[in-house]
């Protein structure tokens, strides 16, 4: 081969390559997400508890629970699109959003299952003060684990309960523990437990959830008002575990979808 030949192919492999590589960077930014036939039908609609102004809980070292939700929501959000499903992710800015309208953006996008993230806290007069790097804040180490509710009034109750159920199954099959304190027989909790071995919860009125017009669980991913927890839930490792076992019960739904 003469050295003008070599050039031509070297610069001709060089110049494919080059293509291959501006073609896999330009899909990596701007490629829609593949739906494969095996999730057409299901779409996973991610509700991020609460918002920027209203954050719901706060956590042992004063850390609003948004801030908790919004993190785990998004991990969620990525892991359906690189698994090939459907989702959207409500209102991942952080917006007011009403309780109500959350269900209703589900239903407009055709959502066929709605999981609500959340982090939880306990009742008040659990709560002891402490100070963390010079500032006073609440805490309490008497409960930690996750808790999963479902509403009676949602139409889709038994599919709801078979997607918490599994969740449940995997969190326990990832050493994760209930917290079962929202049962207890006093002021603000007292809520009935569907299953206390996989912590499932039946809170009616819980509005998303009883106005999704398709299956619908809420998941307390922990309990940050407690000290050691409220870092476990921050914890990476943690958080792609929890997103792993929320994808897999949101594959099995699909797959129940498809054998109606
Ligand atoms: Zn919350």
Redesign the pocket.
């Known amino acids: 081969m003469t050295i003008r030949h070599q050039v031509v192919l070297r610069v001709g492999f060089a110049d494919i390559m080059l293509k291959f590589y501006a073609l896999l960077l330009g899909c990596i930014l701007f490629c829609p997400t593949v739906v494969t036939a095996e999730y057409e039908n299901c779409r996973l609609a991610i509700d991020i508890?609460?918002d920027r102004q209203a954050a719901?809980?706060r956590s042992a070292r004063g850390k609003p629970?948004w801030d908790f939700?919004v993190q785990l929501a998004t991990l969620l959000y990525n892991a359906a699109l690189s698994n090939h499903m459907q989702a959207i992710l409500i209102n991942p800015n952080g917006s007011k959003v009403q309780l109500l309208d959350r269900p209703r953006i589900a239903q407009e996008a055709k959502a066929t299952l709605l999981v609500s993230i959340?982090?939880?806290s306990a009742q008040p007069q659990y709560l002891l003060p402490w100070e963390w790097k010079g500032t006073s804040h609440l805490y309490s180490d008497r409960f930690r684990g996750y808790g999963l509710f479902v509403s009676g009034k949602n139409v889709y109750l038994d599919e709801s309960i078979q997607v918490a159920s599994d969740m449940a199954d995997g969190l326990l099959r990832n050493g994760h523990h209930p917290s079962l304190h929202h049962a207890e027989p006093i002021r603000g909790e007292n809520r009935p437990l569907l299953d206390p071995l996989r912590g499932i919860y039946q809170f009616d009125d819980l509005v998303v959830l009883k106005n999704a017009e398709m299956p619908a669980v809420l998941l307390?991913a922990g309990i940050i008002i407690n000290r050691e927890q409220e870092l476990e839930v921050s914890d990476p490792d943690f958080q792609h575990k929890v997103v792993d076992v929320i994808i897999t019960a949101a594959k099995w739904h699909c797959q129940r979808l498809d054998s109606r």
């Open positions: 508890g609460h719901g809980a629970e939700n959340h982090h939880d307390e």
